[in-house]
């Protein structure tokens, strides 16, 4: 699924050169569930958008499916993007202004789907995450907890194969974040390869595959007992 050899990534800001992500190699398979964790400015949140394609490296080799994605121009990473990644953020990145039901569909508006099919797969994944009641509220309506639902729910509207969530319930109390840790298993157990970057560690006890970070490299590699 995900092949990384030697990237990096590096910011400057005026002379000053700061490396987030230092010569890295990861590999992801298919259905995997990977948690990424480290301490504040090791390089996870970098590391995310990339795997998201929402950047770019400085240097190195990307793999997404097969396909080399690290030399691609804006437009052709869109592209890829749009159906094969979902993204649940910590701030849920929820359209005001917009009805649940919209906020869902707009992973689909750019897509070949027709809208009455688009309109169809909003009521089943509304469904599935027990949100159908809500569909015409507004996000300023719902419960921290449903609105990370929403998002959810926008993330795996296109049946993305790979799935990134980024401190997916960090705004949340705990028994709503718990609601949502199972909802992401669930996922997970469906097939869906599942990326997460959390600071909890009970978290991500959760996931089959730990990759800690220091530094921009992996200092720590390891599998779950529980998933041997």
């Given at each position: 699924?995900?092949?990384?050899?030697?990237?990096?990534?590096?910011?400057?800001?005026?002379?000053?050169?700061?490396?987030?992500?230092?010569?890295?190699?990861?590999?992801?398979?298919?259905?995997?569930?990977?948690?990424?964790?480290?301490?504040?400015?090791?390089?996870?949140?970098?590391?995310?958008?990339?795997?998201?394609?929402?950047?770019?490296?400085?240097?190195?080799?990307?793999?997404?499916?097969?396909?080399?994605v690290a030399g691609?121009?804006?437009?052709?990473?869109?592209?890829?993007?749009?159906?094969?990644?979902?993204?649940?953020?910590?701030?849920?990145?929820?359209?005001?202004?917009?009805?649940?039901?919209?906020?869902?569909?707009?992973?689909?508006?750019?897509?070949?789907?027709?809208?009455?099919?688009?309109?169809?797969?909003?009521?089943?994944?509304?469904?599935?995450?027990?949100?159908?009641?809500?569909?015409?509220?507004?996000?300023?309506?719902?419960s921290g907890g449903?609105?990370?639902?929403?998002?959810?729910?926008?993330?795996?509207?296109?049946?993305?194969?790979?799935?990134?969530?980024?401190?997916?319930?960090?705004?949340?109390?705990?028994?709503?974040?718990?609601?949502?840790?199972?909802?992401?298993?669930?996922?997970?157990?469906?097939?869906?390869?599942?990326?997460?970057?959390?600071?909890?560690?009970?978290?991500?006890?959760?996931?089959?595959?730990?990759?800690?970070?220091?530094?921009?490299?992996?200092?720590v590699d390891a599998?779950?007992?529980?998933?041997?």
């Amino acid at each position: 699924m995900i092949e990384l050899q030697q990237l990096s990534k590096r910011y400057r800001a005026g002379n000053v050169e700061t490396t987030a992500l230092d010569a890295l190699d990861l590999q992801i398979e298919a259905g995997e569930y990977v948690a990424i964790t480290g301490p504040s400015g090791c390089g996870k949140t970098s590391l995310l958008a990339l795997l998201g394609l929402l950047d770019s490296p400085s240097s190195g080799l990307y793999r997404l499916q097969g396909e080399d994605v690290a030399g691609k121009s804006a437009r052709e990473l869109a592209a890829i993007r749009r159906g094969r990644i979902g993204f649940v953020f910590q701030s849920f990145n929820l359209i005001d202004e917009l009805t649940v039901h919209d906020n869902v569909q707009l992973a689909l508006r750019y897509g070949s789907m027709p809208p009455k099919a688009q309109r169809a797969r909003v009521a089943e994944v509304l469904q599935r995450l027990g949100l159908e009641h809500r569909a015409a509220h507004h996000p300023s309506q719902l419960s921290g907890g449903q609105q990370q639902r929403v998002a959810i729910a926008r993330a795996i509207a296109a049946r993305p194969a790979l799935l990134l969530a980024d401190e997916p319930t960090g705004n949340l109390d705990s028994a709503h974040g718990q609601q949502v840790m199972r909802l992401l298993r669930e996922l997970n157990d469906e097939g869906t390869t599942l990326v997460m970057v959390t600071h909890s560690a009970e978290h991500a006890a959760l996931a089959s595959r730990t990759v800690r970070l220091l530094d921009g490299r992996v200092l720590v590699d390891a599998h779950a007992e529980h998933a041997a």
